[in-house]
């Protein structure tokens, strides 16, 4: 079970569950991937549904990465994750929204 204390977020991927988590160095990573100026952008465009499908990836990755995942964005384009493309934009914005909101507010435990 993901901890959305710690930021955690459980995503199934190829029928395997992983644990993601955006940590300072993966929200470094994400930045860069984007080439954002910063993350409010992001979370904006998350906030207002404006978000695309490579800052869904990115998230994910990120994610993955901060959760001790070593692969690449190349290794997920065949890949697929339980829920679809619906599953994943969820996930990217729980990730978003864990990473910067003090534990307790808004979120239960994922099942």
Do not use: C, Q, Y
């Not at 409010?40 to 994910?60: G, H, N, Q």
């Amino acid at each position: 079970m993901a901890n959305p204390w710690t930021g955690e977020v459980a995503l199934t991927i190829d029928g395997e569950r992983h644990l993601l988590k955006l940590t300072l160095g993966a929200l470094a990573e994400l930045e860069d991937s984007l080439g954002a100026d910063s993350l409010v952008a992001l979370v904006e465009r998350f906030e207002s549904e404006a978000f695309s499908t490579r800052d869904v990836l990115a998230l994910i990755v990120a994610g993955l990465r901060g959760g001790g995942w070593r692969g690449r964005a190349a290794d997920l384009v065949s890949a697929e994750i339980s829920g679809g493309p619906v599953e994943a934009a969820r996930a990217a914005g729980r990730l978003l929204a864990r990473a910067f909101a003090v534990p307790g507010e808004g979120e239960g435990d994922e099942v």
